[in-house]
């Protein structure tokens, strides 16, 4: 098996075919490879939104204190291996071959019921045992207490960032339910760090009952610096553990730009807001940072997104331009083009990347101009503008 049939063949397992929330499967893929992650010291971050942000600042600022981070997010952009990372460098084929065909073995052997997420879980436990990383960043694929990565029994510390309507087909369409959820990675007598919108009585009560020392961040227009904030408290209670992480490499750390998160390419800004509260934040940041009157959006949003997003995009945007996608993730760019249609007239369609871009740059003229509403699409938005720099140059 080459590297593109083993990456075909993980993909080719999207679901689990029983339902039952459990994760008695992945523990037990997990005990057949002897238990890596017991042998990993992590950390573990929930949350709607701001988790992905949190895992790399924080893996950013261990790593400028010396340390070797390990570092495990979702979703990728443009290749599976940017899941999986050491010091900021993802892991390469050769690594993944050496690991991947043993897990599918042993699925296979024992007739184990797992999915995508479950493998790619094992994969990374299995290499930052392998190699030897001081310390690993696990971020949740999707909730928490039935999330993969909460095989996970004793974190040095967790967060959750916040609480937002999101994936409630599956978290439950409550802000208790979804808590409740979130509320899983918290273990006992392991200090918690929550945002201002995770201080919801179904987490406080989980904290309280695990004897979990709870730690505030507190809440600020700009979001951002509650993020830091979250990091911070974070590392402080890594400093009590025994880490050493001064002022200046927390300070550098956080300076660190991540990428996809309000990051502004040749004067188009990307980020993967794709729920409302997100989008909420991510439009009133770009008032406040870009003071233009006019706001143009480049979109695309994955199936099963409401109406409630593009309702709220089209009364807050001057034009939108859907972006030309293939993503089988996202929802088709004819069939979104006709539910923007429902709430503005200043919708625009492409057959081509390039046009589409280049017709979205002309519109937003003085104005400001975002691409957003899934983070599939923005690999695509950034190389086409990387491409369109060098050509000015």
Known sequence: MDYAKAINKLFSLTVRKNKTHSLAQVKRLLALCSNPEISVAAVHVAGTNGKGSVCYKLAHCLEEAGYKVGLFTSPHINSVRERIQINGKNIDEGEVMALLPPLFAIKEKHNLDLCFFDILTAL????FKEKGVDIAVIETGLGGRYDATNVINNPLVCAITSIGLDHTHILGSSLSEIAWA???????HVPVVLGSSATLPAILECAAKKGAKVHRASFNEERVKEGDQIVRLMLQELTRQGFSIGEEATRQGLLKPVAYRFEEVQG?????AHNLPALEYLFSRMRRSTHKRSLHVILALSQGKGEDLISFIAKNSATCHIWPHTHYKLIDPINLKKKYEQFSSSVFSYACQKDCLESAISASGAGALVATGSFYFLGEVKQLLLE??????
């Open 124 to 127: 990374a436990f299995l290499y």
């Open 388 to 393: 369109r720099k060098a050509l000015s140059l």
């Open 182 to 188: 979130k509320a899983g990675i918290i273990k006992p």
């Open 268 to 272: 188009c800004f990307l980020d993967g």
